[in-house]
């Protein structure tokens, strides 16, 4: 379980304005910071089994992204560029130097964009199933599915009609390799951000705006250093590994990949043991 002291809210200046964003930090004296980021819909709880095996060596922060969990809900323009904007925020609150970011799904990709310009802050990423690239271009019917998603009297109907725990639920199916994983508790987590009517800005935002969520125009690689991990949930219906990774590979060339069986897109969720151990075993490793 994560120890709900290490709970609290801090107000960082986006440039869109001051927006108070939920944190966990555990606040160790540590030599190794670690800064972990949720994918899209989800929330700092979902590093439940994740965060209390670094905890106790570490210094560990997670953060909600803007518009999810419980940090605020401005109706603003949201984007990979503003999560990206969100690390900064957070490294130049902590002070942190040398750290070790750790993102899953939209989570990863905003740590792509946040690498772009902050590469020197970092010692080393892990990139869990990210987001940002589909394998395959959208088909016709699709990008019309997206549009039909994204316009504002559709966009809202559905968020009224799915942004609830039945929503939430059928979405977590989606995700994960086996639906004994898709807990009433983790239904709930994730149902929990849409009691706030504003949290239709976040989670419509793709659809309205598709472009602002994609790595595809970035021009490898992003670095030619850093140590980068993928990890990937072999059975990640969204982005399969072997299709969705190559690309990643090229982006980042100091990279090794590990595909975790019996998991989707949620690897660090349905086999925490695995992922945990292959984080550590990174981290501590003097060459990629």
């Known amino acids: 379980m994560i120890d709900s002291s290490g709970f609290k ?4 200046p986006f440039q869109c304005g001051q927006h108070r964003v939920r944190i966990w930090d ?3 004296n ?3 910071t670690l800064l972990f980021l949720h994918g899209y819909g989800a929330m700092i709880e979902h590093w439940e089994h994740n965060l209390p095996f670094f905890n106790e060596n570490y210094r560990v922060i997670a953060a909600d992204l803007l518009g999810f969990g419980k940090s605020d809900k401005p109706d603003i323009l949201y984007s990979l560029k503003l999560w990206g904007e969100e690390i900064e925020l957070l490294a130049h609150y902590f002070s942190l ?16 964009m946040y ?7 970092l010692s080393r990423l892990v990139l869990i199933d990210c987001s940002g690239h589909f394998p395959k271009p959208l088909s016709l019917f699709e990008k019309s599915l997206y549009q039909l998603v994204g316009s504002p009297f559709i966009g809202d109907a559905l968020f009224s009609v799915f942004g609830n725990e039945y929503g939430s639920k ?8 086996d639906p004994a994983f898709v807990t009433e508790n983790l239904v709930n987590a994730f149902s929990e951000s849409f009691k706030n009517p504003n949290s239709k800005f976040a989670y419509l935002a793709p659809s309205k705006n598709p472009d602002l969520f994609q790595l ?6 992003v670095s030619k250093a850093l140590p980068t991990q993928l990890i990937w949930g072999k059975h990640d219906k969204a982005f399969p590994p072997y299709e969705t990774m190559p690309f990643f590979q090229n982006l980042f ?3 090794t990949i590990h595909v975790v069986d019996q998991a989707a897109h949620c690897p660090h969720h349905e086999q925490p043991e695995r992922v945990n151990q292959l984080i550590l075993k990174f981290i501590h490793s003097s060459s990629v």
């Not at 130097?97 to 750790?102: A, G, H, R, S, W």
């Open 26 to 28: 555990n606040e160790k």
């Open 9 to 12: 809210f801090v107000s960082l």
């Open 115 to 121: 690498v772009r310009h902050f590469e020197h802050k």
């Open 170 to 177: 059928m979405s977590l199916l989606q995700t994960y390799y």
């Open 97 to 112: 130097q040398n750290f070790v970011l750790i993102g899953q799904s939209m989570g990863a990709a905003s740590s792509v």
């Open 30 to 32: 540590a030599p190794l």
């Open 253 to 255: 060339p100091n990279s």
């Open 216 to 221: 595809t125009a970035l021009t490898p690689p």
